[in-house]
């Protein structure tokens, strides 16, 4: 499905080219846009966003390209693609899972050290000296960037299991062009959070 949207000032206007109709119906959105002047002289920007599937190797693929139209005349674009992984029938693979199950074992256990560590500092009165330990310090903040790191990736995986379950129903909204065009506007909204929340994950 792509998804073109030009931005003029004010507002913006979204129009759904679906590669699952006839090509026929895409070109003639095509030449309607082009005559109804859709682009003109005052918009400010275009934005062409695609999902695609790689069903081999299991894979997402969100494909954004925007046309920036600044005032001194000259086009600007960016390209962008993020990919991420599509869930499984049977779910995860445990050997996929084994680094993150490794990592997870290690915040554990690093929170259950400094759990052990501020126990005893309170219990023998020396909270003043664990606090001013900027080690201790280091280890709070790995410990709660790991908690955020869980989180996005938590979030990350019920959200592209939804989005899989959700174009699993895309045929049977056919047969209504406003559900099946709103259906995919939110199938590309959920797509560019993952995208965007994936490279924080890594990062």
């Not at 995860?92 to 500092?121: H, N, R, S, T, Y």
Request: net charge neutral; aromatic share 12%.
């Amino acid at each position: 499905e792509t998804n073109a949207a030009a931005k003029p000032d004010p507002g913006s206007f979204d129009a759904f080219f679906s590669i699952g109709r006839p090509l026929h119906e895409a070109l003639y959105l095509a030449k309607n846009l082009s005559t109804g002047g859709w682009l003109g002289g005052a918009s400010r920007s275009l934005h062409i966003q695609s999902l695609l599937l790689n069903a081999e190797a299991r894979t997402y693929a969100l494909l954004s390209v925007d046309f920036e139209f600044p005032f001194h005349g000259r086009a600007e674009v960016k390209v962008n693609v993020g990919t991420f992984e599509t869930p499984t029938s049977g779910g995860i693979a445990f050997g996929d899972m084994i680094p993150e199950i490794v990592w997870l074992f290690l915040i554990v256990l690093l929170l259950l050290k400094e759990l052990v560590q501020l126990c005893l500092a309170i219990k023998n009165g020396r909270c003043k000296a664990y606090w001013t330990d900027l080690w201790n310090y280091l280890d709070w903040v790995s410990i709660l960037l790991g908690c955020v790191i869980i989180a996005i990736w938590f979030i990350c995986s019920l959200e592209t299991r939804r989005m899989t379950r959700d174009i699993e129903q895309l045929p049977a909204l056919s047969a209504n062009p406003k559900a099946y065009r709103q259906a995919w506007a939110t199938l590309l909204d959920i797509a560019h959070d993952v995208v965007l929340s994936k490279q924080y994950y890594r990062s």
